[in-house]
């Protein structure tokens, strides 16, 4: 998780970026100072009140420990790293800071009330997609300001349960702490056979895959499954599936030991680009 790393290996991994893919040099600057906020956010969650006899008991029974509508946030923490990620990307030109502009007028006639946006966010996938719908406000930008300013206290959420979480009985696909889809994946270990994790897409925690299959339909047929390496990018590989139409990020932490899986995953907007031309989601 991100806390975990200290800043300059971070900053580190963004210069690597930049000089191997110069033309994504504006949209790497913008990420980095939002992982910074994100980085520097302090969070004051209260775990005192999880229930640990419930969550290990949905633990036994083989079921997620803490569905997403149940974790805590740190609403003033959250607030305040949403406003200041508005106001950096308002710094960009173009389309995106008359979006970002508009984002912030909401919010200062309160028509956007951003304390629901925040829980709404927790609480569901897709929720500021309702909300800017209902707001006509630019759906893709409000959805990633609202899921980047809950991940701090989601993080920290997931940190604090995490103990009770017993990765290696656990056989799905989704995440054992908060049962949401896998975001990508990553390659671990030195044994010549490297265990692969899958990390969550909502509360980052890792566990390991168990099967050679398609993470998100089960299809074992190798036939279907494919792994591809695109502008000779080894670190990062992508896996799809050719019966769901999936893909997914493989980190290969193996044979590049040090990469920030959460960061490689990040700085790749063009391996995500090139899964969806040949027709993945
Ligand atoms: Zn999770
Ligand atoms: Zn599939």
Not at 38 to 56: I, K
Not at 164 to 172: K, T
Not at 212 to 218: E, G, K, N
Request: aromatic share 8%.
């Amino acid at each position: 998780m991100l806390k975990d790393c200290a800043w300059e290996v971070i900053a580190a991994a963004f210069d690597k970026a930049r000089a191997r893919q110069p033309d994504l040099k504006e949209m790497l600057d913008l990420y980095e100072k939002m992982v910074k906020q994100q980085h520097d956010a302090t969070v004051n969650v209260d775990h005192s009140s999880f229930d640990e006899a419930l969550l290990l008991d949905r633990s036994r029974r083989g079921e997620p420990l803490l569905p997403r509508e149940e974790f805590h946030i740190d609403l003033a923490s959250a607030g305040a790293l949403f406003r200041n990620l508005c106001r950096l990307v308002q710094d960009r030109e173009g389309s995106v800071h008359v979006a970002a502009q508009e984002i912030e007028s909401a919010l200062e006639s309160e028509a956007l009330d951003l304390r629901d946006l925040l829980r709404g966010t927790v609480a569901e996938e897709g929720y500021p997609f309702a909300v800017a719908d209902r707001l006509a406000l630019d759906p893709e930008l409000l959805n990633t300001l609202a899921v980047t300013s809950i991940r701090p206290s989601v993080q920290a959420c997931a940190k604090s349960v995490g103990t009770l979480v017993e990765n290696e009985r656990w056989l799905r696909a989704i995440c054992p702490l908060c049962g949401s889809e896998p975001k990508f994946a990553e390659l671990r270990g030195e044994d010549l056979a490297a265990s692969k994790y899958l990390h969550c897409g909502f509360c980052g925690w890792a566990w390991p895959a168990r099967r050679l299959a398609c993470h998100f339909c089960d299809n074992k047929d190798h036939n279907r499954l494919q792994t591809f390496i695109i502008e000779n990018h080894l670190q990062c590989k992508l896996e799809v599936c050719d019966v769901c139409r999936r893909y997914l990020k493989v980190v290969d932490n193996k044979e590049f030991f040090g990469l920030i899986p959460e960061i490689e995953v990040l700085i790749t907007p063009h391996l995500d680009l090139a899964a969806m031309g040949r027709g993945y989601h």
